[in-house]
């Protein structure tokens, strides 16, 4: 997959020139967040795929970074499920052939709704799109499907797609609905609606050491985002990913020290571990969100390996607690708690 910022295919003010012709692919181009790349939007994906192979196109996506939301009001968007780097290798996974990155600043989101089918047409050389039936543009909002319809541009429209979690009154699946699943612990049923298992990637960074003073080191790992989709305590498995985003095969357990190897997890190449995701109210009283891990039972310098989490079991949300010796008990508890959670898992 080919990924482009707008900003180097076209400059603001987005002017389009009839005389210039478009470096791209001719696409068949689908526009949204894809926050998560759920099954909502992997019914699009395949739509855009399917159009594009009977086109003999190439299938296309747009996205937004930051995502409108964020640009609007950072401190109450949404939390991301995906960041930019973990949505790039979904949307490979699922037959992208080309991801348009646009950088939404006022610029862009001072475009009309002609302006902005000008420079799909005649810039990014769309040739049809697949959208959402609910999907608006311009800073007007009067771009719409018949809109580019009527501009020249073939749309197909793809409808709800909705869940079966509940057999009485199934929802809409959304990004919406997955961020409420994963606060609420539920991990199982947002998988569902993801279509896979629930996972950050990041790299480790240096901490403040913390848990190692109190016997429970833990690998720091880069969130990369405004704030997280799930909180609290939670089993994880981990693999350790190479620069390609390939899994190395026993990554973290080659690694090891001191026969300190760690406890399997649950997939191959994967350690076993208890995760803390929040702002550890018992020790920094503020809002900076951390992803902390503690493997059992091993040893190793895993500063600037990127890492994998994939999210398995919610124990409880964070804690504050009175002082750190109770803090120190806390988290010997919440060890213990999940680690008997996984050998339940294995009988």
Not at 25 to 33: E, F, K, P
Request: aromatic residues 6%; contains cysteine.
């Amino acid at each position: 997959m080919k990924t482009y910022f707008l900003e180097q295919l076209i400059a603001p003010p987005y002017i389009t020139d009839d005389q210039i012709t478009s470096t791209l692919d001719a696409c068949v181009l689908t526009i949204g967040n894809f926050d998560g790349v759920h099954l909502g939007h992997q019914a699009m994906l395949a739509q855009v795929r399917a159009l594009a192979d009977a086109e003999h196109l190439s299938a296309a996506v747009m996205i937004f970074e930051p995502q409108p939301r964020e640009f609007f009001a950072p401190k109450s968007a949404p939390a991301r499920l995906t960041t930019l780097a973990e949505k790039q290798v979904l949307l490979a996974e699922h037959g992208v052939d080309t991801l348009i990155v646009a950088n939404f600043d006022s610029d862009f989101r001072a475009l009309s709704a002609t302006a902005f089918a000008n420079l799909l047409a005649k810039r990014l050389n769309v040739k049809a799109l697949v959208l959402g039936d609910d999907s608006r543009f311009g800073h007007d909002r009067t771009g719409d499907s018949q809109f580019l319809r009527d501009y020249g541009l073939p749309v197909t429209n793809l409808h709800t797609i909705a869940d079966d979690i509940d057999e009485t009154a199934s929802r809409r699946i959304s990004s919406t609905r997955i961020r409420e699943l994963l606060l609420a612990g539920d991990i199982e049923a947002a998988n569902q609606l993801l279509g896979r298992d629930y996972t950050i990637t990041g790299e480790v960074v240096g901490g403040d050491q913390i848990g190692r003073t109190m016997s429970f080191p833990t690998a720091n790992i880069e969130l990369s985002r405004l704030k997280p989709a799930l909180h609290g305590i939670l089993a994880v498995d981990v693999v350790c990913l190479d620069d390609k985003g390939n899994i190395v095969p026993n990554g973290l357990s080659k690694l090891a020290v001191d026969e300190q190897v760690g406890v399997a997890g649950m997939r191959a190449h994967s350690l076993f571990g208890t995760a803390n995701v929040g702002t550890r109210p018992s020790v920094d009283k503020g809002d900076n969100w951390r992803l902390e891990v503690h493997f059992p039972q091993f040893k190793a310098d895993l500063y600037g390996k990127t890492l994998q989490v994939r999210f398995l079991h919610f124990l409880h949300g964070e804690k504050d607690y009175e002082s750190i010796e109770a803090l120190k008990a806390g988290i010997h508890q919440d060890v213990a708690d999940l680690l008997k959670w996984r050998q339940a898992q294995l009988i």
